[in-house]
């Protein structure tokens, strides 16, 4: 029925309501003038909650009363299930039992204090239940209730959970949130419909991964008629996996974007930024947030591409967003096509998203990037279905003052046959790329588009490079080349080159399908340069094994042009060759038998 009993007080123990509904306990305590308990211990038993009963020990407490003036601190050791020690000094005026009439101070603090069961089982400010450990101080004051708290506090094990917006069917985690440790200052003033608290030097350690101290603003508002709350929050130097966390748990984000949230595993650092949550009975939350971010990272989740250490802003309630990247020394993650994450020494631009109502559409039109390999422009259209269907890609890019030797970097490797990926790494050896261009539109499911269903064309020129096309002959040096990538097909077409101490007039490498197992690799050339080259060059080929007992003795003499077709596939397998060695007034000596022709004419041709 309300009331409260204190054994040992005698007639002060009237604990009944009498006729002017005067409590007669409180009366007789606040009549003394002192009171003092000392190194007690009492025993709080709430009948309200089944007969619980809670033992303190090592009570030490003393009040005085001055009129309507009351003073009271001490000291207690709480049971093991609420904690360590508590200790509370209060000077107010009023009724020292109805602490909204109180005109004054008070202070407390607690050691190791178990949240769990303080908070109880009713919902306060959307949060069902809190558990862990607080240490804390706090001085506040109080004019007809609290209007403002100061103090320091550190948490530890510290878990909260979202009040439900249903009945759960079931037990579970969801809405739970595993802050880890915090601490830091905090200033707390009621404000109407809510608060308002500023923490100073706010840190949260989770999993024993510390975060640098930041600066936090929150306000609570709540409208008791509607039933609408709102959470504001100014902040500096947060994490954004702990951000992350927050918005997860307050579903704060649309249901079919959660799980891509919780696989890109935000990390980094949140700085000057502005969080705005909103929720209403029967109305789905909404959330704004502003933010520059630096050292950021995410695992790669289709349609967005991983990074690593990204620097810049953003803006999103949810629905669309804008990103404005301003990164040094970071990196690109495409797992769905290049083998690892791509360094970036410089990326600039804008990405724009928005979620329409068949897909997510991410636009990005003013790309720059440069590392050490290459400088790119791009303008990038993506939009990801949201039924998981295959993404649309629209890309445009120019690129330059690239590096051949690693080209094999930028191979969509993860689309291609493993045979063409790796004669492709060792084909291109250096060299330098001064321009290029890819287009790329089309259903990623479609590619490589064999029907017209979409475009795959990447094309880039090569000079002063090697190319080293087959196992055993002599590289293509000094070239001078375009390369093109269109659907399934490579093709490299050559227009100068060295080769050996000839010069080759052109060349023509294909492999018409990438993708093929396996793919086959056509060379066809003309070299034109001594003959005793012509000759060195067949000896160290493969075709030394069949001509090599011909050529070995034979000093050659003049000027000579080979004509070179190879047909390689990049497998196990027997290569088909054919060529002409023409021969114009040049001599052979065959040392062995000492026979010197001279003015030598015509062609020599050979198969395998």
Do not use: C
């Not at 708290?149 to 550190?154: A, C, F, I, L, R």
């Not at 445009?396 to 191979?411: E, I, M, N, Q, W």
């Not at 003795?553 to 596939?569: D, H, T, V």
């Amino acid at each position: 029925d309300g009331s409260i009993g204190v054994a040992g007080l005698g007639d002060a123990n009237q604990v009944g309501m009498n006729e002017s509904g005067e409590r007669q306990l409180e009366r007789w305590l606040l009549r003394q003038e002192r009171l003092a308990v000392e190194d007690s211990s009492m025993q709080w038993r709430d009948v309200a909650a089944e007969g619980k009963t809670v033992e303190f020990t090592a009570v030490n407490l003393q009040l005085r009363n001055l009129g309507d003036r009351h003073r009271l601190d001490g000291t207690v050791d709480l049971p093991e299930s609420l904690g360590k020690r508590l200790q509370v000094a209060v000077d107010v005026r009023g009724d020292l039992f109805a602490p909204e009439s109180w005109q004054g101070q008070a202070y407390g603090s607690g050691v190791a204090v178990r949240l769990g069961d303080w908070w109880g089982k009713q919902p306060r400010f959307g949060v069902a239940a809190v558990d862990g450990l607080v240490d804390f101080r706090a001085w506040s004051e109080w004019r007809n209730g609290v209007q403002q708290v100061e103090g320091d506090v550190q948490a530890h094990s510290l878990r909260i959970a979202r009040e439900a917006e249903a009945p759960p069917q079931s037990d579970t985690t969801a809405g739970q949130v595993d802050l880890g440790s915090l601490q830091g200052g905090f200033h707390w003033q009621r404000r109407d419909q809510g608060w308002i608290v500023d923490v100073d030097n706010f840190s949260v350690a989770r999993q024993e991964n510390p975060a640098p101290p930041a600066q936090l603003r929150v306000e609570y508002a709540e409208d008791k008629t509607s039933g609408r709350r709102v959470v504001q929050s100014a902040y500096s130097d947060l994490r954004a996996e702990d951000v992350a966390e927050l918005l997860l748990a307050a579903r704060a984000v649309p249901a079919d974007f959660r799980e891509r949230l919780v696989a890109m595993a935000p990390q980094g650092i949140l700085h000057e930024g502005y969080l705005r949550y909103q929720s209403e009975p029967r109305q789905a939350s909404q959330f704004l947030l502003r933010t520059q971010f630096s050292g950021v990272a995410i695992h790669p989740v289709s349609p967005w591409p991983g990074l690593e250490d990204m620097t810049g802003t953003i803006t999103t309630d949810g629905e669309q967003g804008t990103v404005t990247l301003a990164a040094e020394k970071a990196a690109l993650d495409f797992a769905d096509l290049f083998r690892a994450p791509l360094p970036v020494d410089a990326l600039a631009g804008h990405i724009y998203w928005r979620r329409d109502q068949m897909v997510l559409r991410v636009l990005a039109p003013d790309l720059t990037a440069r590392n050490e390999d290459v400088k790119v422009q791009a303008a990038v259209r993506l939009d990801a279905p949201h039924d998981g269907g295959s993404p649309y890609l629209d890309l445009t890019a120019t690129f330059g003052d690239g590096k051949g030797d690693h080209v094999s970097r930028y191979l969509p490797a993860k689309i291609m046959h493993p045979a063409a990926v790796a004669w492709l790494d060792k084909a291109v050896i250096n060299g330098r790329v001064p321009g290029g261009t890819a287009r790329i539109y089309g259903r990623l499911a479609d590619f490589p588009f064999d029907n017209g269903q979409g475009l795959f064309d990447i094309r880039f020129d090569v000079t002063d490079g090697s190319l080293d096309f087959a196992a055993g002959w002599p590289r293509l040096e000094e070239i001078k080349t375009g390369i093109a990538f269109r659907g399934r097909s490579f093709e490299a077409i050559a227009t100068s080159a060295k080769s050996l101490d000839s010069t080759v007039l052109r060349a023509r490498a294909t492999i018409p399908d990438l993708t093929a197992a396996p793919a086959v690799l056509t060379v066809e050339g003309t070299a034109q340069g001594p003959s005793a080259d012509a000759v060195r060059y067949i000896t160290q080929s493969p075709l030394h094994t069949k001509l090599g007992a011909y050529l070995d003795n034979i000093e050659a003499g003049g000027q000579s042009r080979l004509q070179l077709s190879l047909n390689l596939p990049l497998a196990k397998q027997p290569a088909k060759i054919k060529g002409a060695l023409q021969i114009s007034d040049g001599s052979l000596l065959f040392r062995d038998a000492k026979i010197d022709l001279t003015h030598i004419g015509g062609t020599l041709n050979f198969t395998e």
